[in-house]
């Protein structure tokens, strides 16, 4: 059984050794030498070059190194009737969960308007709504969204979440569709974006979408740089539109030096790294999903190529 890995930051030999931990019968090929063709069945990728996927032909499966799929679904040479499936693992669900809790609060407790009057010496005794009082809504409401509202509810906050199909979420209001929308972002103060990238989420952190927030929101983009038009959230900063935006994924990345983001007083720039796939506890994660495969069942979280996650 020989897995093929093609990983990011030259970490295929902490991916091997993570494998060969969990699973010692598994043969790990890397990307630039990976010996006879025909002997690889599955795949483990981070944007692996367009087509490259189909030199093997036996492949039975197509794991994806991160959540996002947007990296593959983009290619239009991927082998057809190969399962694609994305990553779902405790700690990369945990990292998304304390990168919004801490970015939330921030934004709550109003963190970068008392770091400035540090900044100021000035004593600013700034009362804050409570928790229950402030609005938090979140886009996207899969594995990353759920686990984040559940964090956020630990604080008590009046949260709604928004997906493309009708969800229950028992701990706040739940909108869904083209018609949630706008009564979605109506209500939301504190907006967190965890969608997956597709044609129909493309550039929808637009003007348009800002307009429908209440004046003064915070935005909190944690999924794709392909979900926000950069000119709209300038402008919105400007306007007051937006209050603030900590942002953690750009249209391009790494972001270019010269880039507005980097100096703007009430931006807030990470490298995405919102939340980072963990060797360990994702490895056991694909194993478990390759011995299914061997057992005849389908593999878990699955991709719908048609919805494009
Ligand atoms: P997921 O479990 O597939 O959840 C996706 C959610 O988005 C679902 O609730 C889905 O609705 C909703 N959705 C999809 N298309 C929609 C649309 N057109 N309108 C409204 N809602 C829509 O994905 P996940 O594991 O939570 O991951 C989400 C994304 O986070 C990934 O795709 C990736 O881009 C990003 N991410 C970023 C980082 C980082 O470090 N910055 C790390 C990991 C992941 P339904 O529930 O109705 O299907
Ligand atoms: C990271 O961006 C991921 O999709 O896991």
């Known amino acids: ?5 093609k990983s990011d930051f030259a970490r295929d030999d902490i991916w ?17 030498s990976p010996g006879d063709l025909a002997d690889i069945e599955y795949a483990f990728v981070w ?37 694609v499936v994305r990553m779902v693992e ?9 990168y919004v809790a801490l970015h939330v609060l921030r934004c709550h407790r109003e ?16 009362i804050v709504p409570t928790a229950p009082d402030r609005r938090v809504g979140i886009m996207g409401f899969g594995v990353l969204g759920q686990a984040s509202a559940q964090a956020l509810s630990a604080f008590g906050f009046d949260l709604a979440c928004w997906s493309r199909t009708e969800k229950a979420f028992p701990g706040g209001q739940s909108f869904h569709g083209a018609e949630g929308l706008k009564p979605f972002l109506g209500r939301t103060e504190i907006l967190v974006c965890l969608l997956p990238l597709t044609p129909e989420t493309e550039g929808i952190l637009n003007r348009d979408l800002f ?8 935005l909190i983009n944690a999924a794709r740089g392909g979900h926000q038009n950069e000119d709209d959230i300038l402008e919105a900063l400007e306007s007051g539109q937006l209050v603030g ?3 953690d994924v750009f249209r391009k990345e790494p972001l270019p030096a010269d880039h507005p983001f980097w100096s703007h007083p009430r931006v807030t ?41």
């Not at 091997?16 to 630039?32: E, G, M, T, Y």
């Not at 405790?90 to 304390?98: K, S």
């Not at 490298?271 to 299914?292: D, G």
């Open 47 to 83: 944007k692996p070059e367009k087509g490259g996927l189909r030199r093997f032909p036996n492949l039975k499966c197509i794991f994806s190194i991160g959540a996002g799929v947007d990296h593959l679904l983009g290619d239009e040479g991927l082998p057809e009737g190969v399962p």
């Open 211 to 218: 307009a429908a927030l209440p004046r003064g929101a915070w």
């Open 245 to 247: 935006a900590t942002l």
């Open 16 to 32: 091997r050794d993570a494998f060969n931990a969990v699973a010692p019968d598994l043969d790990c090929r890397s990307w630039q």
């Open 269 to 309: 720039v990470t490298a995405h790294i919102a939340s980072v796939t963990q060797p360990r506890s994702a490895a056991a994660e694909v194993v478990a999903n390759i011995r299914r495969i061997e057992q005849g069942a389908a593999p878990l979280h699955t991709v719908n190529i048609k919805a494009g996650y």
């Open 111 to 126: 963190v970068p308007t008392l770091e400035q009057a540090q900044r100021d010496r000035v004593w600013n005794e700034l």
């Open 1 to 5: 059984m020989a897995l093929i890995i």
């Open 90 to 98: 405790p700690e990369l669900t945990r990292g998304m969960a304390e």
